[in-house]
């Protein structure tokens, strides 16, 4: 059984287009981490979200924090070549130590020029 | 920002042998790091927690005496698979966490015929 079910597993844009990426879950959390990994690389860290309903920005990076704290989204507007990569989000229950992450299998996107 | 190493990137093997993992913490002192494993298209899988100077704690499912974790100095965690099989293959990945942040290595193939 999967925790954390992201949506959509691929996905395929031009350049200059929006796309938004889903992490749902039936269980709370205390935090939620977005992760960006490379082929051959370990994960790259972009945000934490911690509280329910929170919004944090990175350039062109909207990540947002379901109220519930069960959920989260990551959008991108104007995409660009260099966005391409495994987006993974991660999900820390109460009480975990830092490591004890549950990961989403991850949305591989790919954007064309 | 901190910098995690892994080696070997990859390793291909006979089965029944064994092959070491190792996992190093280049400008930063870590007590605790954190293997996880990753099948094609699934989710990184917490393995074990790895603990300086003491025994590692293991996830729920994961053979103690077939991934040996040996973490003897405050930057070496190694993960030993013991007697490996086919079904061993896959990318193994460790992290180190410095300031409430997950730095993770760049993975380990591997590859048993």
């Known amino acids: 059984t999967q925790l954390l079910e992201q949506s959509p597993q691929f996905l395929s844009i031009q350049e200059g287009e929006n796309l938004t990426v889903y992490c749902n879950s039936s269980?709370?959390?205390?935090?939620l981490q977005w992760y960006r990994q490379e082929p051959g690389e370990g994960p790259v860290l972009l945000v934490t979200?911690?509280?329910?309903?929170e919004v944090k920005k990175l350039k062109r990076l909207t990540f947002q924090f379901g109220d519930a704290r069960k959920d989260s989204s990551l959008h991108i507007t104007a995409a660009q070549p260099g966005d391409t990569g495994l987006y993974l989000c991660?999900?820390?229950?109460?009480?975990?130590?830092?490591?004890?992450?549950?990961f989403g299998r991850g949305t591989q996107l790919t954007v064309w020029p | 920002g901190a910098v995690v190493s892994q080696h070997p990137s990859w390793v291909i093997c006979k089965s029944g042998t064994s092959v070491k993992i190792e996992c190093r913490s280049l400008?930063?002192?870590?007590?605790?790091m954190f293997w996880y494993r990753q099948f094609p298209k699934q989710s990184l899988m917490l393995m074990a927690t790895?603990?300086?100077?003491?025994?590692?704690?293991?996830e729920q499912g994961v053979e103690k005496d077939k991934f040996l974790i040996n973490h003897a100095s405050l930057t070496l965690s190694t993960l030993t698979v013991t007697s490996a099989h086919p079904e061993d293959s896959s990318f193994y990945i460790c992290?180190?966490?410095?300031?409430?942040?997950?730095?993770f290595g760049s993975g380990t193939q591997l590859s048993v015929l």
């Open positions: 992290s180190a966490p410095l300031n409430e942040k997950l730095f």
């Open positions: 269980s709370v959390f205390s935090s």
């Open positions: 979200v911690v509280t329910g309903g």
């Open positions: 991660a999900g820390a229950g109460r009480g975990s130590t830092l490591g004890r992450l549950y």
């Open positions: 400008d930063f002192q870590a007590t605790t």
């Open positions: 790895s603990n300086e100077g003491s025994k590692a704690t293991y």
